[in-house]
C-alpha cells in the first residue's frame, strides 16, 4: 500500500473527521428539512447554475486525496473530488491503473459514479462505475453508510474509514440508483476502485473510413477483437472518419520514437489522427503509434477534444497555426477552457452533448447533425449498455412487442456514443428551440443524452423515458432523501426563462466577453496543474 501503515491510518483518520462533521452537518439540514447542494470545488458542467442565492452548501472540496494503493488487491481508496490526473499519478508507481479513465484530468472520481463516464474503453469495461466495488456516502439524514457494487462486492474486503461508523452496509439498489443519479440520493464520500495492470505503452493504430456507415461499422467491429483494450472514433466529414484502436503493451520497436501529445509543442490528438490518415483511403492502411500510457490517457485534454479550435474561430483574428497553438497553449487545456467557457458566458450559445445511440440509427442521427446543426468533426465511442431501471443513458430500438420484459431482452448490448461539440444558434431563443429540436430526434431514434448538458425535457416526459419515478422515489423515501433535489431539479433548464435571457451587453460584445473568460481562467491558476503534472512523458 502507498506510504507506511502510519501514513495510512492518518489519511484514514483526517477523512473520518471531515466525514463526521459533513454526517452532523447534512443531519442538521434533515431535522430542519432545509434542502442543499453539494459544493466540489469545480465542474465539468456546462449546464448554467440553477441554485438561489438562499441555497444551503455543503462543502466537500477538501475531500481530494487518495487514501492508499494496495498492490496486492489491486485498489484504490480515493475521495470524490480526487481528479483523474492525480489518481493516475498515484496507482502508475505501482504498476497499476483503473480500467475507466476520463479523458479530462479535471474529471473527478465522485463525478465519474454520480454522471456518467463511458471512455474508450468502456466497451471492454463499462461505466466508471461498474469499476468502483465499494462506496462510502452519507445519506439525506446525516448517516454515513457503505454501498457495495453487487457485481464484484464479493471480492471486496471492504472499505475502511477510521472511526466512522458505517457498519451498516446497504443493498444493491442504492449503489445502482446513486450510479448516475447526481447525488440525489446521497453525498458520496469514499470511493474504493478497482485497478488493474499498468503497461509502459499503448499501441496505437489508425483506420481511415471513407463514410459514415463504414465508420460505424468499423468501430462495432473492432470491439469484438479480443486484443483491443481501447477503441474510438472520430468523424472529420462525412467522407473521412478515423477509427483508433489501443492495445497496452510493454515493448515498443527500437527505433520508434514513442508519441506524446502532453507538450505544448506536440500536435493535438484529433490533428495527428487527421493526418495521419489523410492520405489513405481504405481501412487496409494502418498507421501505428506507441503512445506511453498515461499520454495516451489524456491525450484529448490540449484542445479539448477539437473544442479549442473553437476559440479561435471566436477571436478570428488570430490564426489557427502551430505556433500560435504552442504560444497560448497553457489556454488550451480542458481546465482552464471550462473556466473561460462559463467566464464568457459562451456556454450559453455552444453546443456540447454526448449522445448515446444505438448502432442501427447513428448513422441517421449523424445525418440529422450534419444537416441541422454543421457540427464537426463527431467524436464516436462504443459502450456498454446499463439495462434500466438507470439514469445512465441506455438506448431502446423500436418495441417490437407488447411485452417490455421481451423488448429489454432484444436490445443490443452494445451502443455509440456521438459526441457533439460547436457552435449553435447566436440568439437564446433559437439556441434553445435547436437544442430541444436536438432531445426530440434523438429520443424520436431511440438515443438518450447525457447529463451534464444543457436539458430541456418536461418533467412527465424525462419520468416515462427513464422508466417512470416510482422505482426513483422508492429509493429516496427508503434512504432519506426526500428532501434533496431530484435528477429533473438538478439537470432542467427553464426553456422560456433560457430563450428570453440576455447575456451584460458587455460580455455579449465580442472579444470583450472572451478575453474576461480567459481573465477568469487565469484567475484560477489551473494552467500551473498542467504544467506541473507528473503523469507527461519524460523519457525512458
Not at 452548501?57 to 481508496?77: E, G, M, P, W, Y
Not at 483506420?207 to 473492432?222: L, T, Y
Not at 442521427?365 to 439495462?387: E, H, M, N, Q, V
Not at 430500438?397 to 461539440?421: C, F, S, Y
Given at each position: 500500500?502507498?506510504?507506511?501503515?502510519?501514513?495510512?491510518?492518518?489519511?484514514?483518520?483526517?477523512?473520518?473527521?471531515?466525514?463526521?462533521?459533513?454526517?452532523?452537518?447534512?443531519?442538521?439540514?434533515?431535522?430542519?428539512?432545509?434542502?442543499?447542494?453539494?459544493?466540489?470545488?469545480?465542474?465539468?458542467?456546462?449546464?448554467?447554475?440553477?441554485?438561489?442565492?438562499?441555497?444551503?452548501?455543503?462543502?466537500?472540496?477538501?475531500?481530494?486525496?487518495?487514501?492508499?494503493?494496495?498492490?496486492?488487491?489491486?485498489?484504490?481508496?480515493?475521495?470524490?473530488?480526487?481528479?483523474?490526473?492525480?489518481?493516475?499519478?498515484?496507482?502508475?508507481?505501482?504498476?497499476?491503473?483503473?480500467?475507466?479513465?476520463?479523458?479530462?484530468?479535471?474529471?473527478?472520481?465522485?463525478?465519474?459514479?454520480?454522471?456518467?463516464?463511458?471512455?474508450?474503453?468502456?466497451?471492454?469495461?463499462?461505466?466508471?462505475?461498474?469499476?468502483?466495488?465499494?462506496?462510502?456516502?452519507?445519506?439525506?439524514?446525516?448517516?454515513?453508510?457503505?454501498?457495495?457494487?453487487?457485481?464484484?462486492?464479493?471480492?471486496?474486503?471492504?472499505?475502511?474509514?477510521?472511526?466512522?461508523?458505517?457498519?451498516?452496509?446497504?443493498?444493491?439498489?442504492?449503489?445502482?440508483?446513486?450510479?448516475?443519479?447526481?447525488?440525489?440520493?446521497?453525498?458520496?464520500?469514499?470511493?474504493?476502485?478497482?485497478?488493474?495492470?499498468?503497461?509502459?505503452?499503448?499501441?496505437?493504430?489508425?483506420?481511415?473510413?471513407?463514410?459514415?456507415?463504414?465508420?460505424?461499422?468499423?468501430?462495432?467491429?473492432?470491439?469484438?477483437?479480443?486484443?483491443?483494450?481501447?477503441?474510438?472514433?472520430?468523424?472529420?466529414?462525412?467522407?473521412?472518419?478515423?477509427?483508433?484502436?489501443?492495445?497496452?503493451?510493454?515493448?515498443a520497436p527500437a527505433d520508434t520514437k514513442p508519441q506524446t501529445f502532453s507538450g505544448a509543442w506536440d500536435p493535438w490528438f484529433y490533428l495527428h489522427c487527421q493526418e495521419k490518415t489523410l492520405s489513405s483511403q481504405t481501412a487496409t492502411?494502418?498507421?501505428?503509434?506507441?503512445?506511453?500510457?498515461?499520454?495516451?490517457?489524456?491525450?484529448?485534454?490540449?484542445?479539448?477534444?477539437?473544442?479549442?479550435?473553437?476559440?479561435?474561430?471566436?477571436?478570428?483574428?488570430?490564426?489557427?497555426?502551430?505556433?500560435?497553438?504552442?504560444?497560448?497553449?497553457?489556454?488550451?487545456?480542458?481546465?482552464?477552457?471550462?473556466?473561460?467557457?462559463?467566464?464568457?458566458?459562451?456556454?450559453?450559445?455552444?453546443?456540447?452533448?454526448?449522445?448515446?445511440?444505438?448502432?442501427?440509427?447513428?448513422?441517421?442521427?449523424?445525418?440529422?447533425?450534419?444537416?441541422?446543426?454543421?457540427?464537426?468533426?463527431?467524436?464516436?465511442?462504443?459502450?456498454?449498455?446499463?439495462?434500466?431501471?438507470?439514469?445512465?443513458?441506455?438506448?431502446?430500438?423500436?418495441?417490437?412487442?407488447?411485452?417490455?420484459?421481451?423488448?429489454?431482452?432484444?436490445?443490443?448490448?452494445?451502443?455509440?456514443?456521438?459526441?457533439?461539440?460547436?457552435?449553435?444558434?447566436?440568439?437564446?431563443?433559437?439556441?434553445?428551440?435547436?437544442?430541444?429540436?436536438?432531445?426530440?430526434?434523438?429520443?424520436?431514434?431511440?438515443?438518450?443524452?447525457?447529463?451534464?448538458?444543457?436539458?430541456?425535457?418536461?418533467?412527465?416526459?424525462?419520468?416515462?423515458?427513464?422508466?417512470?419515478?416510482?422505482?426513483?422515489?422508492?429509493?429516496?423515501?427508503?434512504?432519506?432523501?426526500?428532501?434533496?433535489?431530484?435528477?429533473?431539479?438538478?439537470?432542467?433548464?427553464?426553456?422560456?426563462?433560457?430563450?428570453?435571457?440576455?447575456?451584460?451587453?458587455?460580455?455579449?460584445?465580442?472579444?470583450?466577453?472572451?478575453?474576461?473568460?480567459?481573465?477568469?481562467?487565469?484567475?484560477?491558476?489551473?494552467?500551473?496543474?498542467?504544467?506541473?503534472?507528473?503523469?507527461?512523458?519524460?523519457?525512458?
Amino acid at each position: 500500500m502507498t506510504g507506511g501503515a502510519n501514513t495510512i491510518a492518518a489519511a484514514l483518520e483526517r477523512h473520518a473527521t471531515t466525514v463526521t462533521r459533513l454526517s452532523s452537518q447534512i443531519s442538521s439540514f434533515y431535522a430542519s428539512r432545509l434542502p442543499y447542494r453539494i459544493f466540489h470545488g469545480s465542474t465539468n458542467s456546462t449546464r448554467p447554475p440553477t441554485q438561489k442565492g438562499n441555497t444551503k452548501f455543503v462543502d466537500i472540496s477538501s475531500l481530494n486525496n487518495v487514501l492508499s494503493v494496495d498492490r496486492q488487491t489491486k485498489t484504490a481508496l480515493v475521495e470524490p473530488n480526487v481528479p483523474m490526473d492525480k489518481l493516475v499519478e498515484a496507482t502508475l508507481p505501482h504498476g497499476l491503473v483503473p480500467p475507466i479513465v476520463m479523458e479530462f484530468p479535471g474529471i473527478t472520481a465522485g463525478g465519474g459514479f454520480a454522471g456518467t463516464a463511458g471512455e474508450s474503453s468502456s466497451f471492454r469495461h463499462g461505466f466508471f462505475d461498474d469499476t468502483v466495488r465499494e462506496v462510502e456516502m452519507v445519506l439525506g439524514n446525516g448517516e454515513v453508510v457503505k454501498v457495495r457494487n453487487p457485481e464484484i462486492a464479493g471480492k471486496s474486503e471492504g472499505v475502511t474509514t477510521g472511526e466512522v461508523q458505517v457498519e451498516n452496509v446497504k443493498g444493491d439498489d442504492l449503489f445502482r440508483g446513486a450510479a448516475g443519479a447526481v447525488g440525489t440520493l446521497g453525498t458520496t464520500t469514499l470511493l474504493e476502485v478497482q485497478l488493474m495492470e499498468a503497461k509502459k505503452y499503448v499501441k496505437t493504430e489508425y483506420k481511415r473510413a471513407s463514410s459514415v456507415a463504414e465508420a460505424i461499422r468499423m468501430v462495432r467491429e473492432e470491439t469484438q477483437r479480443g486484443d483491443n483494450d481501447y477503441v474510438d472514433g472520430i468523424l472529420f466529414s462525412k467522407d473521412h472518419g478515423v477509427v483508433v484502436t489501443g492495445k497496452l503493451v510493454n515493448e515498443a520497436p527500437a527505433d520508434t520514437k514513442p508519441q506524446t501529445f502532453s507538450g505544448a509543442w506536440d500536435p493535438w490528438f484529433y490533428l495527428h489522427c487527421q493526418e495521419k490518415t489523410l492520405s489513405s483511403q481504405t481501412a487496409t492502411a494502418t498507421a501505428t503509434d506507441y503512445v506511453p500510457l498515461a499520454e495516451y490517457l489524456f491525450r484529448y485534454d490540449r484542445g479539448g477534444f477539437w473544442v479549442g479550435a473553437a476559440a479561435f474561430q471566436y477571436f478570428s483574428w488570430v490564426p489557427f497555426t502551430r505556433l500560435t497553438r504552442w504560444f497560448l497553449d497553457d489556454f488550451l487545456h480542458t481546465r482552464m477552457m471550462y473556466r473561460a467557457l462559463h467566464g464568457s458566458g459562451e456556454s450559453a450559445r455552444f453546443v456540447v452533448q454526448d449522445i448515446a445511440m444505438p448502432f442501427e440509427t447513428s448513422e441517421e442521427f449523424i445525418d440529422y447533425t450534419s444537416s441541422s446543426l454543421g457540427i464537426w468533426p463527431l467524436w464516436l465511442c462504443p459502450l456498454k449498455r446499463r439495462a434500466p431501471p438507470t439514469f445512465h443513458p441506455h438506448t431502446t430500438r423500436p418495441p417490437g412487442t407488447t411485452d417490455p420484459a421481451a423488448d429489454e431482452k432484444a436490445q443490443d448490448d452494445m451502443m455509440l456514443n456521438i459526441g457533439v461539440w460547436g457552435w449553435g444558434p447566436d440568439k437564446p431563443a433559437e439556441f434553445v428551440a435547436k437544442n430541444i429540436e436536438l432531445e426530440n430526434k434523438v429520443h424520436e431514434l431511440g438515443g438518450m443524452k447525457w447529463f451534464y448538458a444543457h436539458t430541456y425535457y418536461e418533467q412527465e416526459k424525462f419520468w416515462k423515458m427513464y422508466g417512470g419515478r416510482e422505482w426513483y422515489d422508492a429509493l429516496r423515501k427508503k434512504y432519506n432523501a426526500e428532501t434533496l433535489p431530484t435528477v429533473w431539479d438538478k439537470i432542467h433548464v427553464d426553456a422560456d426563462k433560457a430563450g428570453k435571457k440576455q447575456r451584460h451587453w458587455l460580455l455579449a460584445k465580442k472579444p470583450i466577453g472572451g478575453f474576461y473568460g480567459i481573465w477568469k481562467s487565469i484567475q484560477s491558476k489551473d494552467y500551473f496543474l498542467h504544467r506541473k503534472a507528473e503523469w507527461k512523458w519524460k523519457g525512458e
